[in-house]
């Protein structure tokens, strides 16, 4: 992994996973292209099943390229209803996360992979890799932001998907799993309702020998 940029901080990995929170308020100070690329590389060294890698990422940088991403995946309805719009809309980057399950079907298919049994076809894999692999860099990139002094938050797909990628250029096959906003939390954020609820307790979330 190439070396930080100098102005960055490393932070302890537990402490960086014990700080890493959801960020839904942003301002809109731009993020250096260094410090995008730092992520960006840190999510290409994640896990990738077989050395497929085949997952890859779409950066948009600055308020005209994350327009599009927003024009895609949001309505007008939803703008006007939701009260974390204004704060996520300042994010000054966000990062598509794309995997491609073709990928890992031909690579499951090649000699030293085929006695695994899923080169067939998408339906064969009871787990797809893909997905796991998405993930994997995911969490890098949240991990990252955190190492880097910025804020960041996860969002899954709900609507134009197929919009976004025809506007961004994305081949046939590749699918979103999910987007990454990225930026300078403002101090305003929001918490989620979902922080109420408690967490199961740790007895009840890890077990030693069997369940």
């Not at 692999?133 to 197929?162: I, S, Y």
């Not at 990225?182 to 369940?211: A, F, K, N, Q």
Request: proline fraction near 8%; charge should be positive.
């Amino acid at each position: 992994m190439s070396a930080l940029p100098e102005r960055l901080q490393a932070v302890d990995l537990h402490e960086a996973i014990r700080r890493r929170a959801m960020v839904r308020s942003f301002s809109s100070d731009s993020v250096g292209p260094d410090v995008v690329n730092h992520l960006l590389d840190a999510a290409l060294r994640s896990p990738t099943a077989g050395n497929t890698g085949g997952t890859a990422w779409v950066a948009l940088e600055g308020p005209g390229q994350t327009a599009r991403y927003w024009a895609a995946a949001t309505d007008e309805e939803w703008r006007r209803s939701a009260r974390r719009w204004p704060g996520l809309e300042r994010a000054p980057v966000i990062l598509l996360a794309y995997t491609s399950p073709a990928a890992y079907v031909a690579r499951y298919a090649e000699p030293d992979k085929a006695s695994a049994g899923l080169g067939g076809s998408e339906e064969s894999w009871p787990v797809p890799y893909w997905v796991g692999d998405a993930a994997f860099g995911v969490m890098v990139v949240l991990l990252g932001a955190v190492d880097a002094g910025l804020g960041a938050c996860f969002l899954g797909v709900f609507r134009g998907q197929e919009e976004l990628a025809r506007s961004l250029g994305v081949p046939d096959g590749w699918r979103q799993f999910g987007a990454v906003l990225l930026g300078r939390p403002d101090g305003s954020d929001h918490r989620s309702p979902s922080l109420r609820r408690p967490r199961p307790p740790r007895s009840e979330r890890i077990h030693r020998g069997r369940w």
